[in-house]
């Protein structure tokens, strides 16, 4: 059994602290196996890309803090900047790629939607014939890079095979990946939001952005996603407030002031409309 902790105080981990364990690797990418029981008991994030694949697996895999059970045949990526934790039980068997946010940017484009639609949808279910197509990618990028003299643009092109199909299986999973793929007005909105959350928060600033009314793109939100445009805005400041009471020692005034809010009053009252608790009783629990 492996077992991390983190200090309180540490947040971000970089994936320098990987290469000693690493099983192959290079500058821009690292390959590790996952095998037995491994646990992570303080959530932390990272400064790089990673995706795992699970072949036989069983636990509980905490991203921005949501409990996702960890099953057989299953992909999680996680973002930089995403919180994690895990609890990996004994006979787990996956495998896992970190990668460099520049050598990311060479096969992002192959993940076929917003990276946020992935964040809000970290854990993919596939099926036995995508397992097999992505375990031949994994394995060929694990011998790739045990070669003395391994090729980065062959291993940047198997890690977009990888995202090609990665996308693929989550456009078959999630209604809401096709919704953004067909409409390309929400895919847009989707991502100013990802840029512009802390500072805007009105639906009229990203209306304006998208050359249409406030209300038309609440109608485009209820009639596709179900939810208000003001909701998903919501849903991605809540989510970034999780991820920083859990995951730094900001107080809940910094941590309001650094989402925007110039009231930490307002922000706890935000907070625990979304979530049901207070900023500080969600920190408690973690």
Sequence with gaps: MRKYEEDNSISVISIQGFRDGQLAGREEILFNELHGQRIIEKPHTHDFFIINLFGLAQGV??????????????VHVLFPGQMHKW???????GYQLMI?????????????????NYQNHPVIQLTDEAFDLLYYEFDAIKNELKRDNSLKHLISARAAVIAAIVSREAENTFTEFK???SNTRLAEFNMLIDE??????????YAEKLNISANYLNILCKKNLKISAGQLIQ???C????RLLQATSLSIKEVAFELGFVDHAY????????????????????
């Design 235 to 237: 849903q991605r400041v």
């Design 87 to 93: 609890d990996i039980k004994a006979g787990t068997v």
């Design 196 to 205: 512009f959350f802390k500072e805007q928060k009105l639906v009229a600033f």
């Design 61 to 74: 895999h905490n991203i921005d803090s949501v409990d996702y059970l960890i099953g057989n045949y299953q």
């Design 179 to 181: 919704v953004y793929q």
């Design 100 to 116: 460099e946010s520049a050598f990311f940017e060479q096969f992002a484009p192959y993940f076929r939607f917003s990276f946020t």
């Design 239 to 242: 989510t970034e407030a999780k």
């Design 267 to 286: 922000f706890s009252n935000f907070f625990k409309g979304q979530t049901g608790i207070t900023p500080t009783g969600f920190r408690e629990k973690r």
